[in-house]
C-alpha cells in the first residue's frame, strides 16, 4: 500500500469495517426486544449520580479496580514499546499481539468461576508474565520471545475491558431491581469518565519519567543511562 502509514491507515479501516458489521447485526437482532416497561428519566441531575453508581458499593469498587487497572496498562504498555525497541532492539513491526484468542478462555472461566475470580486469573497471568519474560526469557534482538510474551500478557487487557464492562451490567439490574430505575447510562458513563481520567492520569505518569530519565525521542540510539 505504500508506507507503513498506509498500512495502519487499511488495517484498521478494515477493523473498523468488521466492529461497524458486528454493530448493525446486534442491533438488528435485538430490535423489538426492548424491556418496555422500564421507567426512563428525560434528564439526569447530580441527585441520580448519588442515588445510582456513587451509593453502589459494587460499582464503586469495579471503578476503583478498573480506574487501577487502566492507570498499570498505561505505564505499562509505554514501557514495554520502550523496552522492546530501546533494550531489544526490535522495530515496531516486530511487535504484535494476538488478543482475539482469551476471549474465549475469559468467558469460559466467568461461567465456571465466577467474572470476579476471572478477572483475577486473568490479572494475575498478566501480572506473572511480566516478571518471568524480561528477567528469565527476553533476549537481544530476537523477536521470539516478545511475540510469545505479549501474546500471553494481552489477556489481562482483554479482561480489564471484557470482565469490566460484563460487570458493570450486573451493578445496573442490581441498581434498577433496587430503585425501579434503570440508569445504564449514568453507570456506563461514569466508568468511561473513569477510564479516560485514568489513561490521561497514566500517561502523564509516563510521559514525566520518560523526561526525568533523560529520553530524547529524537535519537535512534538511546544513552546507556535512560
Known amino acids: ?32 426486544y426492548e424491556n418496555q416497561e422500564v421507567i426512563i428519566k428525560e434528564k439526569v441531575t447530580f441527585k441520580d449520580l448519588l ?7 459494587a460499582f464503586l469498587h469495579l471503578t ?22 530501546y533494550n531489544l532492539q526490535l522495530s515496531n513491526m516486530q511487535v504484535w499481539i494476538v488478543a482475539l484468542f482469551w476471549v474465549f478462555p475469559i468467558n469460559k472461566w466467568s461461567i465456571k468461576y465466577s467474572k470476579a475470580k476471572a478477572w483475577c486469573i486473568s490479572m494475575g497471568i498478566w501480572f506473572v508474565c511480566m516478571i518471568v519474560f524480561p528477567l528469565f526469557i527476553l ?6 520471545g516478545p511475540v510469545i510474551m505479549t501474546s500471553i500478557l494481552v489477556v489481562g487487557l ?16 442490581v441498581d434498577c431491581l433496587i430503585n ?31 523526561d526525568k530519565i533523560g529520553y530524547n525521542g529524537q535519537l535512534a540510539t538511546q544513552s546507556l543511562a535512560t
Open 158 to 173: 482483554n479482561a480489564l475491558y471484557q470482565v469490566i464492562y460484563a460487570m458493570i451490567s450486573d451493578c445496573v439490574e
Open 1 to 32: 500500500v505504500g508506507s507503513i502509514k498506509n498500512a495502519w491507515s487499511v488495517c484498521f479501516a478494515i477493523f473498523g469495517f468488521i466492529c461497524t458489521i458486528s454493530i448493525l447485526i446486534g442491533w438488528k437482532v435485538s430490535k423489538g
Open 139 to 144: 533476549k537481544p534482538k530476537s523477536a521470539i
Open 51 to 57: 442515588n445510582g453508581p456513587l451509593r453502589n458499593k
Open 180 to 210: 425501579k430505575v434503570r440508569k445504564d447510562g449514568i453507570f456506563y458513563s461514569m466508568a468511561t469518565v473513569s477510564q479516560k481520567i485514568a489513561a490521561a492520569i497514566g500517561v502523564s505518569i509516563l510521559g514525566n519519567c520518560m
Open 64 to 85: 476503583a479496580a478498573f480506574i487501577f487497572a487502566i492507570l498499570a496498562q498505561a505505564v505499562f504498555l509505554g514501557v514495554l514499546v520502550y523496552y522492546l525497541t
